[in-house]
């Protein structure tokens, strides 16, 4: 163990919790724009174009500032967890290295035909490159999050004789169900941002009784595919990931859920302050039963709790318990919201409904908070581990780094990013403020 | 196998800097030769459909060294670990410069991204070249194969003129590609800039040939003279041929020489210990084993290929119409 490993742990959550802002937007608006560029071409439908541009551009913000927080990221592993890349490199590396050559790649070149290539390159090609930029960044979202679902179930793996962990198949990493589950709900998570953004630029243009075509349709499909995402977040996805996690990492689903004691009938807590000196949680606003139900689809079962584990492998219980509530309290939010701007745009009362307008407006920033929340339950809870059950996070910081140079790095990181999270903003902003450009077709 | 995982490295790490090289060196020219703000913003709009394309070429060989050499990315990055991170603050202030200058019509905000990109790009070369110079005199490493230097021993005299001349290599490069794609060298000044430059290329070449000899005597054969004669007629082509477009091609032919050089120079280390003949990681001992070489080299070999191709596809479809009609509809312009 070595002293800087604290600074090394909030360096590494800052900057990945920073970066993974920026995906979301990318990931969550590619969709629409590959939708408003194909539809527009086909059907000459000027003003879809238009909306394509006006996201492109949007999307082109946070592609840029990903890609600025990104490459830190991937160096760190090198640079702060050097014990953990001698050790584990030999399977994280790999869809790591997948990642720059097969997603990144065919991202940045596309994006380059995107915003320059207008005017000189054909339609469908203009067209085509849409939809690269779409499967680009969905992709680069799966094989980060193969890296990730190994390090919280490690399959397809040896230890050679020195100790390390050789990859053994790279098939059974990449096609894990752990993986499937997780890419999954993390690509939901990231639609349901993008249609809430969508959304919620759409309703500022309706509140302000300008851009009206662009609003209306910005609210329409906005609404539409964030009441589908926010479904799909809680059923199949959220409900199969916390099965995987019951199954391979019991001690997380205890600490998520607040459950301190086995029991048969777990109740499942809606609310609740965990306290960890007493092993049990305060005013808590329980559903008997249900627990049970969802992690083993019988009411009865037996729910292990914390106390069935050695201390020294509870991840830290606070955190993990309110990041999770927070997250799924947040999902099922999203659905009822959803649910009623679907209700009232088929009703044909939305755009007139200025107050839910507003709820969607201000609606815009949760699904973020919900996606970080959801990083930090998964995440924390997984501690002590880097790689779950075979490699602690307190054995992979590198060992020739000390305190005063992570620190040092730390805060630079932390002025670098403020500045640009602010700059971000400010340039967001202003091109959601300039709204794009109606055109007669 | 190990030495085909060698190659695919070497490979991905040549064509970065044959490729980011570029834009790069039209960064660190920024300040010197576009002179009003119409010709900068001209200028960055050559690069602006590619820097970042280019710019994942060090992410992808990141990437490759970290999945098939584990070891030396490890000791490589965590011994570099100041350098390291502040040269990513320098990608990140190139990359925000490029992208956000455009964003605003206001002369303060375009002054101070161009000097910001400039000054990002100019010490980015040094940096890579001071890296590169390290590695192939070698680092001071500990029997668990971890760095043992400090900061300074770092900054040797063999290193600093390693990163001189790449920042001098570099700078002709992206000269060189802006003749290619602009107007840029239509003034006498620009040509004599051009001149002085690749003078001191020449200088630095021989300076650094003759250097690395002493600091690391030649453990194989024919490859060690080739790639730095080819290097020296691809220089002069640079210099007396008439066509824009196979200058900048012998410019390339140039910095992918020595980058063969270099690696010819180090194998079958991938990170050799110093003083030389001391050890170091090989490509056996840094090795991520039987399975991980065999399906990464070959998983990653055919994805260089794809995007070999497409990616000239679509440079070719970007660069019919030449860079200055059409500006991008954000970024930089
Ligand atoms: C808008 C985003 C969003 C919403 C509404 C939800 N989630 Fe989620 N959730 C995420 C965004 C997210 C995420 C950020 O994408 C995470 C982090 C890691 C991951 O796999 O996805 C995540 C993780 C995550 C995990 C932990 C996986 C692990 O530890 O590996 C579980 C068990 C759930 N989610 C379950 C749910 C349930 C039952 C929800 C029902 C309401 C739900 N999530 C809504
Ligand atoms: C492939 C994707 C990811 C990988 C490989 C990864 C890896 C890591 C590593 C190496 C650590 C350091 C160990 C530690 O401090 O506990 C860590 C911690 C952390 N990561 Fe991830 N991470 C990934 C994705 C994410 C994302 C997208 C987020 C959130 C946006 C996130 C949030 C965190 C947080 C909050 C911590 C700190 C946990 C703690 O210190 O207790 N991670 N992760
Ligand atoms: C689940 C978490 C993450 C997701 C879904 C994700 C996804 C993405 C996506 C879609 C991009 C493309 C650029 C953009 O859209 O902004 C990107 C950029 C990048 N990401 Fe992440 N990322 C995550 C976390 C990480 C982590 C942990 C690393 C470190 C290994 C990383 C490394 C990078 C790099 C190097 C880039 C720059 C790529 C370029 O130049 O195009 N990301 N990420």
Same mark, same amino acid.
């Given at each position: 163990m070595n002293g800087a490993i604290l600074s090394d742990r909030i360096q590494f959550a800052l900057t990945v919790m920073f970066h993974y802002l920026f995906p979301i937007g990318t990931m969550g608006l590619a969709p629409f724009i590959a939708w408003y560029t194909v539809s527009g071409t086909r059907a000459r439908d000027a003003n879809a174009l238009a909306s394509a541009e006006f996201l492109g551009k949007i999307f082109a913000l946070n592609f840029a500032v990903g890609v600025v927080s990104g490459i830190p990221l991937e160096f760190q592993f090198g640079t702060n967890w050097a014990a953990f890349s001698v050790k584990a490199g030999s399977v994280v590396g790999q869809p790591l290295a997948l990642e720059g050559i097969y997603a990144f790649f065919f991202e940045s070149v596309f994006l380059g035909v995107f915003l320059y290539g207008r005017r000189r390159v054909s339609a469908r090609f203009y067209a085509f490159s849409a939809i690269a930029l779409w499967l680009g960044s969905w992709l680069s979202g799966f094989f980060i999050v193969a890296t990730n679902a190994w390090m919280q179930h490690p399959v397809g793996y040896h230890f050679a004789a020195n100790g390390r962990i050789e990859i053994a198949s790279l098939r059974t990493v990449l096609l894990s169900p752990f993986a499937f589950w997780q890419y999954a709900h993390v690509i939901t998570g990231a639609l349901l941002a993008g249609a809430f953004v969508v959304a919620g630029i759409g309703s500022y243009y309706l509140l302000g009784r300008r851009n009206e075509i662009f609003g209306q349709r910005f609210v329409r499909v906005g609404v539409i595919v964030g009441f589908a995402a926010s479904l799909i977040a809680i059923f199949p996805t959220g409900d199969r990931n916390a099965n995987e996690v019951t199954r391979n990492q019991p001690v997380k689903f205890a600490a998520m859920e607040g459950i301190f004691k086995t029991q048969r009938g777990a109740p499942e807590a809606i609310i609740g302050m965990p306290d960890t000196q007493h092993g049990r949680l305060i005013d808590p606003v329980y559903v008997p039963d249900l627990l049970s139900y969802l992690a083993?689809?019988?009411?009865?079962a037996s729910v292990k709790g914390?106390?069935?584990?050695?201390?020294?492998?509870?991840?830290?219980?606070e955190l993990t318990y309110y990041a999770y509530h927070v997250m799924v309290g947040l999902g099922t939010l999203f659905a009822l919201l959803a649910g009623i701007a679907t209700y009232l745009l088929l009703r044909r009362k939305l755009y007139a409904a200025r107050w839910m307008l507003w709820i969607l407006m201000l609606a815009m920033p949760f699904p973020y908070i919900a996606n970080e929340a959801g990083w930090i339950a998964s995440e924390v809870g997984r501690q002590p581990w880097i790689v779950y059950g075979l490699l602690r996070t307190s054995a992979s910081?590198?060992?020739?780094?000390v305190a005063g140079e992570t620190v040092f790095t730390t805060i630079g990181f932390a002025g670098v990013y403020f500045v640009l999270g602010v700059l971000f903003l400010l340039l967001v902003l202003r091109e959601i403020s300039l709204g794009p450009v109606e055109r007669t077709a | 196998m190990n030495t085909a995982a060698f190659t695919l490295l070497a490979v991905f790490l040549g064509a970065y800097v044959v490729l980011d090289g570029y834009d790069l060196g039209v960064g660190a020219m920024h300040l010197l030769l576009p002179r009003s703000d119409d010709e900068r913003a001209t200028s960055l709009a050559t690069i602006g459909p590619f820097w970042n394309g280019n710019e994942v070429w060090i992410i992808a060989a990141g990437g490759v060294l970290f999945a098939l050499f584990p070891q030396a990315y490890a000791a490589a990055f965590s011994g570099f670990y100041l350098p390291l991170t502040i040269g990513l603050w320098l990608l990140m202030g190139r990359g925000m410069a490029l992208e956000l =200058?455009?964003?605003?019509?206001n002369d303060l905000w375009h002054d101070f991204w161009d000097v910001t990109f400039a000054a990002c790009s100019t010490m980015l070369a040094l940096v890579f070249g001071v890296a590169l110079g390290n590695v192939v005199r070698g680092v001071p490493l500990d029997s668990n194969g971890y760095f043992t230097g400090t900061f300074a021993s770092l900054l040797n005299w063999y290193a600093i003129l390693v990163g001189l001349f790449a920042l001098g290599a570099l700078a002709l490069h992206g000269l060189t590609f802006a003749a290619w794609r602009s107007a840029?060298?239509?003034t006498d000044h620009a040509q004599r800039l051009l001149q002085y430059l690749w003078i001191a290329v020449l200088a630095l070449f021989a300076a650094t040939t003759w250097a690395t000899l002493r600091v690391h005597p030649p453990t194989i054969g024919p490859i060690l003279w080739m790639a730095p004669a080819a290097a020296l007629c691809a220089l002069f082509t640079v210099r007396f041929a008439r066509n824009r477009a196979l200058r900048f091609a012998a410019s390339s032919v140039f910095l992918a020489a020595l980058m063969i050089a270099a690696a010819a120079t180090i194998y079958p280390y991938v990170l050799p210990s110093y003083p030389v003949g001391s050890g170091g990681l090989t490509i056996y001992d840094a090795s991520a084993g039987v399975h991980g070489l065999f399906a990464g080299t070959v998983v990653f070999a055919i994805g260089f290929c794809i995007v070999a191709v497409y990616g000239t596809l679509s440079a070719r479809s970007m660069l =019919?119409?030449?860079?200055?009609?059409d500006g991008p509809s954000t970024g930089a312009g």
């Open positions: 083993y689809g019988n009411f009865r914390l106390d069935s584990y050695p201390a020294d492998l509870h991840p830290p219980v910081a590198s060992p020739t780094v | =200058r455009g964003h605003f019509a840029v060298l239509a =019919r119409k030449s860079d200055s009609l």
